[in-house]
Each structure stands twice: as structure tokens, then as C-alpha cells.
């Protein structure tokens, strides 16, 4: 026997708006749900994931959610790769993303290896560099296996200076070089004798500056400055003012008690002061450093780390250890600087993600209203963007929190099993690289990650019970 | 003839949205044909028949939004592709609304959001469609299933999964209907009453809800069971549900059960539920036919007559001179009549109504009389009724109670042909429908010779959001002998074509 209210009903519309507003102006509730056509995914794998859901998936994505939300990043040190990273060895160079071979790297990322042979000395020019690159003698491996993370190319060769950020609650380490500036500079490609000799004066004068001061200052704690920073208006992927402004309180004191040249030491204030992404190259080794330790939790369907190489986009996720799930990256649509149109652009590249990976960039972008442009100009859309994102995370982070949303934690721990199921794909906030190797970067924008990595992560998963 | 094409990636608009844009499009400088569509593999082979499959769309997905044009020059071309992709971008309507629609992006939000909620209203792609439904039956939600292409397994286990639970699962193809006194869909704004109905018709609800509204009369419930719930593969599983609720509630007094007439299996199932009914129930399936004599079925083949007297039967003092327009017979300037219906069962009760007056069906595209079948809608001949809300007519574009450009295209075409002395239009009000016929139609019939007699019957009410008195007066103004009742439409019509024929004797 059908069974009906008194009341009016409440409706939800899927499909035409029109019949939802037609209700709304007759003053019936009425929610429009966000319809889209389902992944191409067969429904076994539904079928499966579900059954496997409460009992193994839950319980393990809220261990590894408890283990990113207790981590404690904080910078402890600088050193040169070679010796600290890993696995470096002197014909290695690290690139953002998941593997690829000299082959497929698109442009910038081929651009910025030139930059790096010949900083390294090891080319004297873009001809005899991609020679060698070409040779095989050169190795090539992802940052992410060798516990570091670069912004765009995400270019480390043995000889650059990197951060060193600690967890302090899992003893693990993260690296990552300093951040160049904007404009012509190698992680956007670029390689010429202006790119290099700034790389040289960053490993000559602005290393040993910072080394020593954060070696007087002891640690700083990153994590700190990136809550205080979400605050102040920064997303942590592509604003970093506001964290750049906090770490030079930080370090500029000791920067002066170490001093050993003024003439120095002002010129590397000068140098973060003037860059305000200096502090990304932080925010990004440390949300690197929190994730890590969740990696490997069986069942886990939380992603562990989301890195594109300008050719494939790459995801890993924590129940299916270290394989890489790959698909083809997207090219951005993006607010282009004057003179450059989505023709130029790069399909998307760098490590950056990692900050949307660890709830924040595009995960908290209602905390910036100050880059709502790069999303459409208001800052409700900035607002529906993190708002959206809640649906495909596992939780929230108890540490960063949005004040726009009454402090809200941002969302954190993207659950694969949400993003296929709710059909809703992870946004990222960007910088768009120029498709041919040193031009740089020709804008800046949001980019939806592509499904192809997860829809593989989520049977994969599927297969393994 | 350049072709120009484009991919937009990871959006998703619904498809009346996609058609209007395609529709403006169409109206842009120097465009010959333009398509705004969503790349599924249906939809490829539509772009690939109408040579529109352009080769830079080859790499779109089953999700994405593809554009094609084709247009007098490649300049053109590619300012309609800017602007397609403005109009696509460009933030819903919604967005400017006075009230904004909530929206949500999963069925868990969207209950959370209305604190519970009764109805799903689903209109998605048909092969998308049962998935949905599933889900919200899943959480207890009667379903409204507006959409069609459904496969009837589906169709069968969706309404047994419904019934267990106590819930409506109303369609597929289920258009309208009306539930506590709230139209859905394509649906009337209709007072509540003590008369309750079941109906595999869409617009046979529509116009009987209507008239019985237009009579003083009001509804208790009007459910709507698609079109296949009568077939034997479903076994009429809503129409006795629904039934069986109406006759047990409290607040329907009278009832009626209308569609194309039900298997016999089906049809015993409801003389038996009604075998047993202290209440009146009005039977209306649109053909003539025989009924078990039972003490409270009554059978009725018009849907004016339905909606009258089920009036009487519910005590309501019907003053008929309401309803009936009384018009001198104008003098035809050709011998044959052309009906460019909207509305389905409307279409099919003019062509009924012809048979009855001559004895045979004007050609047509909806029966199975395989003589007057129009193997063409396009092409009509002598006296033809067309329905342009068939398939034929509505793959890639609204259906034509939204939309009046084929009509109104086609309406010009008749026009042109002398023989024609008079055509048949329904126009559907109510919400759901075209927010304002007259101004499509009223410069179309201006233009149209002044010989040539057109005759529309408006569905509506005076609550529908169109204003039901001024669609009237601007429709009479440009010419139109307007009917509120649809079968004194039609015999209006007859008599006309009677008078024009014995004339000519």
C-alpha cells in the first residue's frame, strides 16, 4: 500500500533547473542536485568498494587521517641535495610528477633539465645538454621517491641547496629547494645565463645566509605559519604572502644575529622579500611530510600524494603502497598574463599539489578572496570551491582552518571512493607554464584533476580483496 | 563549408539548456546549422547522420560538451564558437533568482539540505536515469521519472522496489503529475478537491485536471504512472496501486483512471479493485470499448466529458455554458485540415474525434493503421494531425510545449499549401510549459493568409503562471478561434470540414 505525507513534498530536482524553479516560485522546497553523467566505471567495482567499505576502508582511512592530522612539519635545517636527500647521486636529477622518461617530458620540464646540466657544469649550452640528457647517462627519477617535492619542473640536481622539514611526530624528513622568484626562472623551463647565474647566487649567497640562521634559530615550526598564513588570506599554493611575511619574522632576526656580510644578508631579506612564493617551497615539503607517514595503511583509500610531470598526472594513494596511477594532464583554463593564450600553455605540471593533497591550495581557497580572480571573480565561487571540495575528503584538518567558513577545517585526506563515487574531481590551484622550454610562466589559474588516476586507484583497490 | 568544432570539458548542463543554446546559436550571422550536445556515443551517431561530426571532437569523452558548427564562413564560425562557449559558461539562471535553489552535489546533501525530503524529480538521460532512481528509492523517496528511454526490466524492478517500500515510482515518460496539491513537471495549477486520478496520459491529466479545475471542481491527488504501466510486462503494478490508495483515502470522493486501454490481465485487476469501490470511478481510455457493468464504473470516452462528470459525480454545480465556446462557422478556403499538436493524448483523441465524425483516421504519425500512418511527419498530406512532440520530431531539441520554433516552422509550411483550409493547434499553459505561448504564436498567425481558419485549444488554467485570460484575448486578437475544451475543439473543426464538403456536393 503507497504510503504518502499530508504535507506538501519536499522535492529533489536531477535533471531539468526548470522544474525546480517552476516549485521554488510556488514556494515548495526544493534542492537542485548537482547531476553529472556517472565515471566510466562497471558497477562490480561499485559493488565491491561498497561491501569493502565500512569494514576495511573506513576504519583505515580514519587511521591514516588521525596519523596526517597529528604530524608536526618543521624545518630543521638546509643542506645540499647530494648530501641529504636520499638516493642522490651525482648523474641523478630529480623531476616533479610520476616517472617519465626524457622522451616524453613536455617542454618546460626538458627545459629546466637543460638549465640544471649546464648549472651543474655538466653542458656548456642547451645543445650539449640535451645530448647528455638524451645519452642515458643521466637519470631521471620522481621527487616524491626520493622524499622531496618541486614546484612546477620540480627540478633538484645534486648540487642545489634544499630545505629540510621534519615530522616530528613520525621522524621522517621532506626536501625541497629554495623558490626562484617568478618570471624567467628554471622550474618554469627557462634556462638562460640570467636563470643559471641567479641559481648560482642562491647556492653561493642566499644558502649560507639562511643555513646559518635557521641553525641559530633551531627549528621553525612550517605547519605554525601555514595555519597563521590561512588567516591572513593565503591559500598556500598559489598565494604565499602571507606565509612568506611570517617566515621572514621568523628567520630575520637570526638572519642578522649570523650575520657575516650586511651587503649579504640584506640582499637575501631583500630576495624573499621580493618573492612571494618563497615561502610555497615550505608549504609544500611540509604537507609532503605529514602525508607520508599515512602511506601504506592497507585498505586506506586516501590519497597520499597528487603530482603532474606536464605529461601525465599522477596520484598515489595510501592502501595501494607506492604504485603510481596515471592520466593524461590537463591544460588549464587560466587567466593568461597579456600576450599568451591557452595555446601556449603547458598541460599541467609540478608537485605542487601536494598542498591540495594536504588540504590546501584549491582545498582552501575560501580562505583567499585576494585570488578569487584566477576562479571567477567572486568570492562566493571561492567559497563553493573548498565547500566542494568537503565532498570528496575523508575529514578536516584540526589544524587549518578557514575563517570565512567560521573556522571550519579545511578539508583533508581525499578519499578516491568519494571523488568516483560523488563524481566530483579534486581542483587544484596552479601556475601555467609556457609549453616550449625557456619562456616561463604565461598565467595562472584552477585546474580540475583528470578521473582517469583515480577511476585506476579505485579498481585497483577494488582488486585487491 | 567550414565546419568548426570544440570540446568543453568537465561541465555538464542539462539538455533543454544545451538545446536553447543550440537554438540560439542557430540564430547567430552566417550560421547554417549549430549543435551544443553532450559527446555520448547516442549522440555521435546523431552529429554523424547530419554530417556534423566534426573531426575535432574525436578525442571528447562520454562527459564532455561538444560544439559544432557549420556556417557561411569560417570568421562566422568561430565567433558562434566564442559565443556558445560564453552561453555555456555564462552562470545559471538560477544564480539571479530572486530565491535561489539550493543546490547539492550528492542525494545524502541534498536531504540533509531540505531536512528530509519526499519527492525526486528526475529528468537526466533515460540511460542514466534508473540509477538515480534506485538511489532515491534506496532513501524512501516516492520518484517522479520524467525521463524517457528507460528499458522496461528496469521500469518492472524499479516500481516492485518502490511498491515494497510503500513509494510512488510514477513514469518513466511520466510528464506530469500532481501530489498534495503541488503540479510537477508539466503539470496545472489546479485547486485541491475531492476528485483523485490515475493516469498513463500525460496531457489526459493535464486537460482533465484543468477543466475540472475551470468547472469549480478540485484535485485530491493526480498520479502519473507513465505510459507501459498498463502493459503486460508490468502488470499495471501503479495504476492498482494507485488506485487502491485513491479509493481507500479519505479525501477523494470520485475517480478516475485514464490511458491507452491496459492488457485485459491489467484491466481485470482494476474492475476488481473497482468491484468493490463505494466510490464512483471514471474510466477513460481514450477509445471506444466495452466495460463490465459494476455499479460504480462509468465509462467516458472524451476528456472534457471525463473531467464534467466526475464534476457531478462530486456534487459540483457545473454551469456548462462555462466552458463552451459558441462561434459562427467560418467558410474554409481549402478542403483539408492540418493539426500540429504539442500534446500527445490530444493528438490522439483530435484524430478519435475525426474517425468518429468521418469514419476514418486523417493521417497521422501516432496510430498503427498502417494506410494513414505518415511514414514522414514532415511531409503531411490531405487531412493529417501530427504529433511534434514524437520522437522523430524531438531527438536534439526541446520537446514542443517548450519550445514553438517547429511548430511555428511547420505551421508556415501548411500555410503555404491552398488546399489547407484550416489547422488544429493545442497550446499547453501551466508550469513546466513555454512561460508564454501568445508571443511566439501571435506573429506567426498574423502572417498567416487571412482565409485560413486556425483553431487552438488552450489547456490552462487561470492559476497557471501564464495568465490564462490574456494567451486567450492575444490568440482571438491575431485571428484564432480559441476552445478551452478540447473536444468541442475538434468537433468545432469537423463541422467545419462537414460544412466545407457539402458545400462542394
Known amino acids: ?465 | 563549408m567550414p565546419i568548426k568544432a570544440k570540446i568543453i570539458a568537465g561541465k555538464y548542463l542539462d539538455s533543454v539548456k544545451l538545446m536553447l543554446i543550440s537554438r540560439e546559436l542557430r540564430s547567430l550571422k552566417g550560421v547554417l546549422e549549430a549543435v551544443a550536445i553532450v559527446a555520448t556515443s547516442e549522440n555521435r551517431e546523431i552529429l554523424k547522420a547530419s554530417n556534423m561530426l566534426a573531426e575535432e571532437i574525436n578525442s571528447a569523452s562520454e562527459n564532455d560538451i561538444v560544439i559544432v558548427i557549420k556556417a557561411d564562413n569560417a570568421k562566422n564560425a568561430a565567433e558562434a564558437i566564442n559565443k556558445a562557449e560564453e552561453l555555456i559558461n555564462k552562470p545559471s539562471a538560477n544564480e539571479y533568482n530572486q530565491t535561489p535553489i539550493p543546490q547539492a552535489f550528492t542525494l545524502e546533501k541534498a536531504i540533509a539540505t531540505l531536512g528530509g525530503a519526499d519527492l525526486c524529480l528526475i529528468s537526466i538521460a533515460g540511460k542514466y536515469a534508473a540509477a538515480e532512481a534506485e538511489k532515491a528509492l534506496e532513501k524512501g523517496l516516492h520518484i517522479l521519472l520524467f525521463s524517457d528511454n528507460v528499458s522496461i526490466e528496469d521500469e518492472l524492478s524499479l516500481k516492485q522496489k518502490a511498491l515494497k517500500k510503500g513509494l510512488l515510482m510514477m513514469g518513466p515518460d511520466c510528464g506530469t503529475a500532481i501530489l498534495n496539491g503541488v503540479p510537477l513537471a508539466f503539470a496545472n495549477n489546479v485547486p485541491r478537491g475531492k476528485i483523485g486520478i490515475v493516469s498513463a496520459s500525460g496531457t489526459g491529466l493535464q486537460e482533465i485536471s484543468s477543466t475540472i479545475a475551470n468547472l469549480g471542481g478540485g484535485i485530491s491527488q493526480a498520479f502519473g504512472t507513465g505510459g507501459r504501466d498498463g502493459k503486460k510486462e508490468i502488470g499495471g503494478l501503479m495504476l492498482t496501486a494507485c488506485l487502491e490508495y485513491l479509493l481507500e483515502d479519505e479525501n477523494t470522493e470520485v475517480i478516475i483512471v485514464i490511458g491507452k486501454p491496459p492488457c485485459e490481465e491489467v484491466q481485470k485487476k482494476l474492475w476488481e479493485l473497482i468491484s468493490h469501490s463505494s466510490k464512483p470511478v471514471i474510466a477513460n481510455f481514450l477509445i471506444p470499448m466495452q466495460v463490465p457493468e459494476l455499479p460504480n464504473l462509468y465509462y467516458v470516452r472524451s476528456l472534457s466529458e471525463t473531467a464534467f462528470f466526475a464534476c457531478k459525480k462530486a456534487g459540483i454545480e457545473v454551469k456548462t455554458a462555462k466552458l463552451a465556446e459558441d462561434f459562427p462557422l467560418p467558410k474554409l478556403r481549402g478542403p483539408y485540415l492540418r493539426g500540429l499538436y504539442s500534446g500527445g493524448t490530444l493528438c490522439q483523441e483530435a484524430i478519435q474525434v475525426y474517425l468518429d465524425n468521418f469514419g476514418c483516421e486523417p493521417f497521422n504519425n501516432v496510430t498503427d493503421q498502417a494506410y494513414f500512418r505518415l511514414t514522414d511527419g514532415w511531409q503531411t498530406k490531405e487531412n493529417s494531425i501530427i504529433d511534434l512532440g514524437a520522437d522523430e520530431f524531438t531527438i536534439g531539441r526541446p520537446h514542443p510545449m517548450i519550445d514553438y520554433s517547429l511548430r511555428l516552422q511547420k505551421l508556415a509550411q501548411e500555410a503555404n499549401d491552398p488546399k489547407v483550409g484550416i489547422i488544429l493547434l493545442d497550446v499547453v499553459l501551466g508550469f513546466g510549459a513555454h512561460p508564454d505561448p501568445a508571443e511566439e504564436l501571435v506573429p506567426a498567425l498574423q502572417k498567416l493568409p487571412a482565409d485560413l481558419v486556425v483553431v487552438c485549444h488552450l489547456l490552462g488554467t487561470d492559476g497557471d503562471p501564464q495568465n490564462r485570460q490574456k494567451q486567450k484575448k492575444e490568440l482571438e486578437q491575431a485571428g484564432a478561434y480559441v476552445f478551452t475544451s478540447h473536444h468541442s475543439a475538434c468537433e468545432f473543426v469537423c463541422q467545419c470540414l462537414r460544412s466545407y464538403r457539402s458545400a462542394k456536393c
Open chain 1, 1 to 465: 500500500m503507497l504510503k504518502l505525507n499530508k504535507d506538501k513534498p519536499k522535492v529533489i530536482n536531477i535533471g531539468l533547473e526548470k522544474f525546480a524553479v517552476d516549485l521554488k516560485t510556488q514556494g515548495i522546497d526544493v534542492v537542485n542536485l548537482l547531476w553529472k553523467p556517472p565515471l566510466p566505471v562497471e558497477n562490480s567495482y561499485h559493488h565491491k568498494i561498497n561491501s569493502l567499505s565500512e569494514n576495511i576502508i573506513a576504519p583505515a582511512n580514519k587511521k591514516a587521517l588521525e596519523i596526517i592530522n597529528s604530524g608536526k612539519a618543521v624545518l630543521t635545517g638546509m643542506d645540499v641535495a647530494l648530501k641529504v636527500i636520499p638516493g642522490m647521486h651525482k648523474d641523478l636529477i630529480l623531476h616533479s610528477g610520476p616517472p617519465i622518461s626524457w622522451d616524453r617530458m613536455c617542454g618546460p620540464m626538458r627545459g629546466a633539465i637543460i638549465g640544471a646540466l649546464i648549472y651543474e657544469d655538466r653542458a656548456k649550452n642547451a645543445e650539449e645538454a640535451e645530448k647528455l640528457a638524451a645519452s642515458g647517462k643521466i637519470e631521471f627519477a620522481p621527487c616524491h621517491e626520493h622524499n622531496c617535492t618541486g614546484p612546477m619542473a620540480g627540478i633538484i640536481s645534486p648540487s642545489m641547496p634544499v630545505f629540510i622539514i621534519k615530522n616530528e611526530s613520525y621522524g621522517n624528513f621532506t626536501y625541497a629547494t629554495q623558490n626562484e622568484g617568478l618570471g624567467k626562472v628554471l622550474r618554469y623551463g627557462a634556462y638562460s645565463e640570467e636563470v643559471i647565474s641567479r641559481l648560482k647566487w642562491m647556492e653561493k649567497v642566499l644558502y649560507p645566509v639562511l643555513k646559518r640562521a635557521i641553525e641559530y634559530a633551531g627549528t621553525i615550526n612550517i605547519q605554525g605559519l601555514i595555519a597563521q598564513a590561512l588567516n591572513m588570506g593565503d591559500e598556500l599554493h598559489n598565494r604565499n604572502r602571507a606565509g612568506t611575511s611570517l617566515f621572514i619574522r621568523q628567520i630575520a632576526p637570526a638572519i642578522i644575529k649570523t650575520m657575516t656580510d650586511p651587503e649579504e644578508s640584506a640582499a637575501a631579506l631583500d630576495f624573499i622579500n621580493g618573492n612571494d612564493h618563497f615561502f610555497l617551497n615550505l608549504s609544500m615539503p611540509a604537507s609532503k611530510a605529514i602525508l607520508d607517514p599515512a602511506r601504506n595503511i592497507s585498505g586506506s583509500s586516501i590519497v597520499v600524494a597528487m603530482a603532474r610531470n606536464g605529461t601525465d598526472f599522477g596520484i598515489q594513494v595510501s592502501g595501494t603502497g607506492n604504485k603510481w596511477f596515471t592520466g593524461t594532464a590537463p591544460v588549464p583554463d587560466a587567466l593568461y598574463f597579456p600576450g599568451f593564450t591557452k595555446e601556449d600553455a603547458n598541460p599541467d605540471i609540478g608537485d605542487s599539489s601536494i598542498t591540495e593533497t594536504g588540504g590546501l591550495g584549491g582545498f582552501a581557497l575560501a580562505a583567499a578572496p585576494a585570488i578569487v580572480q584566477f576562479v571567477g571573480g567572486t568570492t562566493k565561487e571561492a567559497i563553493n570551491y573548498t565547500l566542494s571540495m568537503y565532498n570528496i575528503c575523508f575529514g578536516e584538518s584540526s589544524l587549518y582552518q578557514i575563517p570565512a567558513l567560521d573556522f571550519r577545517g579545511t578539508p583533508l585526506g581525499i578519499d578516491v571512493v568519494k571523488v568516483i563515487q560523488n563524481n566530483i574531481a579534486p581542483v587544484i590551484d596552479t601556475g601555467v607554464a609556457h609549453k616550449n622550454p625557456g619562456v616561463g610562466q604565461v598565467g595562472a589559474g584552477v585546474v580540475k584533476a583528470p578521473f582517469e588516476p583515480f577511476i585506476k586507484a579505485y579498481k585497483t583497490l577494488a582488486d585487491m580483496y
